[in-house]
């Protein structure tokens, strides 16, 4: 059981969790994923699934994404997206 914090729950006190990190892609000429920069370049293997989101459409901000589920050189299953409003890529968090 969780003990209760003593404290009340506030909006300011909430903090996001999950949030998608910035990252650099490399695409080929059709905009499909090919590389991870970072620290090290690595090589995008495979591209499992591919599917798109829009939503928010009467904001100011709509969302717009491109997903990836892709698998690096290393084995490793990673999800990316571009942001197609700020033509931007993300690592997706789990």
Same mark, same amino acid.
Do not use: H
């Given at each position: 059981?969780?003990?209760?914090?003593?404290?009340?729950?506030?909006?300011?006190? /909430?903090?996001?969790?999950?949030?998608?990190?910035?990252?650099?892609?490399?695409?080929?000429?059709?905009?499909?994923? /090919?590389?991870?920069?970072?620290?090290?370049?690595?090589?995008?293997?495979?591209?499992?699934?591919?599917?798109?989101?829009?939503?928010?459409?009467?904001?100011?901000?709509?969302?717009?994404? /491109?997903?990836?589920?892709?698998?690096?050189?290393?084995?490793?299953? /990673?999800?990316?997206?571009?942001?197609?409003?700020?033509?931007?890529?993300?690592?997706?968090?789990?």
């Amino acid at each position: 059981m969780v003990t209760a914090a003593g404290t009340a729950l506030r909006p300011d006190t /909430l903090q996001p969790v999950n949030l998608p990190q910035g990252v650099e892609i490399e695409e080929d000429t059709a905009g499909l994923p /090919l590389v991870l920069k970072g620290k090290r370049r690595q090589k995008i293997t495979a591209v499992n699934d591919c599917w798109r989101l829009d939503d928010e459409w009467w904001r100011r901000e709509p969302v717009s994404r /491109l997903y990836y589920a892709v698998v690096l050189a290393s084995g490793q299953n /990673l999800v990316v997206f571009k942001d197609l409003v700020k033509n931007t890529w993300y690592r997706q968090t789990l």
